[in-house]
């Protein structure tokens, strides 16, 4: 390697180096930047050949960091965010979009509700929504904003409470308790728990599970049975009738739902700006 040169090196070096590095590979960084392969290894060799320094260690099936690499990541990392933060609240516009992302259930019983009281707020902020298939999919989707279901304890990621989860038997108006149940699998409380924790040792039977609660509410709002259902998820039935709450006990959960962000997307002024306008919209 030549001898280091004084002085910052490139912004463009700097980035393409950052994204290969995070993203873990030169392909992967000439997609995100729309560059070639070649464009993006030669960047980043101009980079290491100004700083004197090999970043990269080069193998057949593909690129790691050097130890150099990896100290040096965070660093870049820290000062392009610092950056992006200072300029945008110095020259910035006001956003003009938010992109939200969750299971669509969510999205459909809690963004889309919200979204005539978050225009009131921002009207000329576009929305965007990106449904995903699987809770799991949300570590991997790109969408930084997210609707996420548990506890509110996430690595790396920031989150505000939209609505505490509470379970209760809900049925269509012509559907009384004794119908068949309708089960509900995953790591929600069941019938089961209902029951142990009410004193009640005889349950209807149960002729239909479901493994989303969407689908468990929907089958409910046919009289296909009782639903120990989501009272978030169920609001807009409940409130214009399609389905009633039963005069059972209600089960309370330590899980909610949650408005979610990774830790350094809201240092800006702005960008927690629209996150606080939006979580009120959520909350109602």
Known sequence: MAKKKIGLPPLDWLRVFEAAGRLGGFSAAAKEFGL??????????????????????????????TVEGESYLPLVQDSLQALERNTEDLFGKSPRELRVAGL????????????????????????????????????????WLQIRYGRGAWPGRDAALIAREVLVPMAAPSVDWGAPLIDLRGERPAWRDWARKRDQA???????????????????????????GSVPLAHAELRVGRLRKLDLPELQTKDGYWL????????????????????????G
Request: no cysteine; hydrophobic share 40%.
């Open 36 to 65: 070639t392969q070649a464009a993006v290894s030669q960047r980043i060799a101009n980079l290491e050949t100004w700083l004197g320094r090999t970043l990269f260690v080069r193998e057949a099936r593909g690129v790691s960091l």
């Open 104 to 143: 669509s259930s969510n999205i459909h019983a809690l963004v889309v509700p919200a979204l005539a009281r978050f225009q009131e707020i921002r009207p000329k902020v576009r929305v965007m929504t990106d449904s995903v298939a699987r809770r799991s999919s949300l570590d991997e989707e790109r969408t």
């Open 202 to 228: 005889e349950l209807p039977p149960s002729q239909i599970s479901f493994d989303s609660m969407e689908h468990a509410i929907s089958a409910a709002r046919q009289g296909m049975g009782v639903v120990l």
């Open 260 to 283: 979610t962000w990774p830790e350094e997307r809201a240092k800006s002024k702005r960008q927690r700006a629209l996150i606080t306008d939006f979580l009120q919209a959520l909350q």
